[in-house]
T-cell receptor, first 111, second 110 residues
């Protein structure tokens, strides 16, 4: 079936360092790839997304890159801060309005 | 109004109860979704409604019954649930691709 693989499952970084999370999808027809941040007990919140007509998108300390040929995309967070600590999910939009999520990455930023 | 709302926030029910979860959005979105999320796991797609018609049912047991009365409302009717159905139930909506989540209903089945 369709799936999205996400690595790593846990990630600890020192405050100020960068964090990178990677995802791979299987449906070559997918053209929309959002990233969500979920804090404990809260809803997933969209932090950045990318569509298949671009290879990179940046929003302040957050960037996403997409390689359509290899079917993978990555989240980059620079100058990490303690408030970046959360679970991050990638997702891919498949045919028929179906979103499939990666397994999640628990990010801890150590002050 | 630029958000998705869900009621109730918390629900505790027995295995013989019948209850309903409600979701509402007034952003004119035409696709609405139900997800189930267990602790430390990703949201798991249950149902997709597109233009008020059920377009996706991800092999969800019949004890979960979705309903879309109109373009702004989405319900999830629950009957004869099992303890393993305890989870956070998230509703979401989208206009084209960007998806907006509601705050969820924390369901506990005793």
């Amino acid at each position: 079936g369709e799936n999205v693989e996400q690595h790593p499952s846990t990630l600890s970084v020192q405050e100020g360092d960068s964090a990178v999370i990677k995802c791979t999808y299987s449906d070559s027809a997918s053209n929309y790839f959002p990233w969500y941040k979920q804090e404990l007990g809260k809803r997933p919140q969209l932090i950045i997304d990318i569509r298949s007509n671009v290879g990179e998108k940046k929003d302040q300390r957050i960037a996403v890159t997409l390689n359509k040929t290899a079917k993978h995309f990555s989240l980059h967070i620079t100058e990490t801060q303690p408030e970046d600590s959360a679970v991050y999910f990638c997702a891919a939009l498949y045919t028929g309005n179906q979103f499939y999520f990666g397994t999640g990455t628990s990010l801890t930023v150590i002050p | 109004d630029t958000e998705v709302t869900q009621t109730p926030k918390h629900l505790v029910m027995g295995m013989t109860n019948k209850k309903s979860l409600k979701c509402e959005q007034h952003m004119g979105h035409r696709a609405m979704y139900w997800y189930k999320q267990k602790a430390k796991k990703p949201p798991e797609l249950m149902f997709v409604y597109s233009y008020e018609k059920l377009s996706i049912n991800e092999s969800v047991p019949s004890r979960f019954s979705p309903e879309c009365p109109n373009s702004s409302l989405l319900n999830l009717h629950l009957h004869a649930l099992q303890p393993e159905d305890s989870a956070l139930y998230l509703c979401a909506s989208s206009l084209s691709d960007e998806q907006f989540f509601g705050p969820g209903t924390r369901l506990t089945v005793l």
